[in-house]
Structure formats: C-alpha cells, structure tokens
C-alpha cells in the first residue's frame, strides 16, 4: 500500500469518526432539550389548573412568580403599549400586544401580554387597541422576559414597535417598576385580540424526534465507515 493511499485511507476514517461524533454530540443536545423542555412544559401545565396567585408588588423573586396561573387587578396604561413585531398567527403576520397594568395600591406594573394582533396595511401604521378605563382584573399565565436571543446584530428598542423584550431593557427605557415576568392574558376580554398561546403537545416529543434523526445519521455514518474499511 503506497503511503497516499495510507493517508487518503487514514484522513477518510477521521472525517467518519469526526461525523460520527458530531451527530451524537447532536443526538444529546437534542435529548438535553427534550428534558428540559419536558419539564418547563410540565410546570406550564401544572400552572394552568393550580389555584392562581395574586400578583402584587411583592414579592418579586422571578422564582416565586414564573410560571404560575395568575391574578392582577389594577389599571391599564395604554399610553405606554408595546407592539412586538414578527408575530405569524395562521400566515398572517402581525404583532403581540404587551400593555403595563399599574397594581391596585402601588406603583408597580406587570406587563401583560393581551394577544396577537395583525398588522395594518401599511406597515408604518400602529395597530388600534382598546384598553377599558377603571380598574379591572386580569387572569393569565406568569412567563419571564425574552432572554436567549439570537441577533447579527443587537438592535436597541425604539418607538412602540418592538423586536424583542427584555427585562433590562423594558426598565430602563419605560421608567415603570416592572414586575420580573410577563403575564401572558388568557380568557375573553372583548377587545379582539387572539390569545392563542400554542399547542398543548408536550415540545420534548419534537426533540426525542430529532434525537433519533441524528442517531440514524450517525448509524449511516459508521455504516459508509464500515464498507469503505472493508472495501480496502
């Protein structure tokens, strides 16, 4: 066997090898997934039936309140609304609408995510949203603030249409003593807004899913591995 054909034969095996371990690097990424998405599901399911909590200025460790069926009874600020762009519902494109509730006897807000909203025509345009005046009481889901998020480029909020939200962000630039999560609105309110807040699959079956792709493909790999050895 000349030495070419040794280190054509030996840089084949490593490349195998190197995809090999890839894919299984990629199998376990993806069940780490389904694990840990398994279980937020789970929590998020619990949180739909327990007996809600009333959210109030205190306490305030992100920990106590996420992820929890909620209460909050206070007073819209509709002056200071967010629209978060790029929000598809049904192929529509359009927008989530996040209002601040000011809580009944304090300064503290919680930002509520009221539902989707498609988007006008023209794109300049800022959707019309009703807010009732006067107290009123608001049922959801606790969720936290945006943040992993995947940017060429981080953009800095500006205006009332937004990319994304998060904490530190929405403190600074509002002014408003936030609550550390969102409320996410469930429920009729008769202001037209869609709360459709997904699926109710668990997400860690599309992931056990994907973890048993990459297996297969590191199976076909060692397979091709394996022939070309043999061919030899």
């Not at 840990?36 to 009333?54: D, K, M, Y």
């Not at 209460?71 to 600020?77: H, K, P, Q, V």
């Amino acid at each position: 066997m000349s030495i070419f054909h040794f280190k054509s034969g030996a840089l084949r095996l490593l490349l195998v090898v190197l995809l090999i371990l890839t894919c299984l690097g990629m199998a376990r990424l993806q069940l780490w997934r389904a694990e840990t998405r398994g279980e937020r599901f789970g929590r998020e399911q619990a949180a739909r039936v327990s007996t809600p909590i009333s959210l109030s200025a205190q306490p305030r460790q992100s920990e106590k309140l996420l992820d929890r069926a909620a209460t909050a009874r206070g007073r819209w600020l509709p002056e200071n609304t967010l629209f978060v762009d790029n929000k598809i519902h049904h192929s529509r494109p359009g927008y989530h609408v996040l209002t601040p509730l000011r809580l009944a006897g304090s300064d503290a807000v919680v930002l509520v995510n009221r539902g989707w909203i498609p988007a006008p025509r023209l794109r300049s345009d800022i959707p019309l949203v009703s807010s009732p005046a006067g107290e009123v009481e608001i049922a959801g889901v606790t969720r936290s603030f945006e943040t992993r998020i995947f940017e060429l480029q981080e953009t800095q909020p500006q205006g009332a249409v937004w990319q994304h939200v998060r904490e530190a962000d929405y403190r600074r630039l509002s002014g408003l003593d936030a609550l550390p999560v969102i409320l996410l609105q469930t429920g009729a309110d008769g202001d037209g807004l869609i709360r459709d807040w997904g699926s109710p699959d668990n997400p860690a079956n599309r992931h056990y899913g994907y973890a048993v792709m990459w297996l297969v493909f590191a199976l076909m790999a060692a397979a091709y591995g394996l022939f070309a050895w043999r061919k030899k």
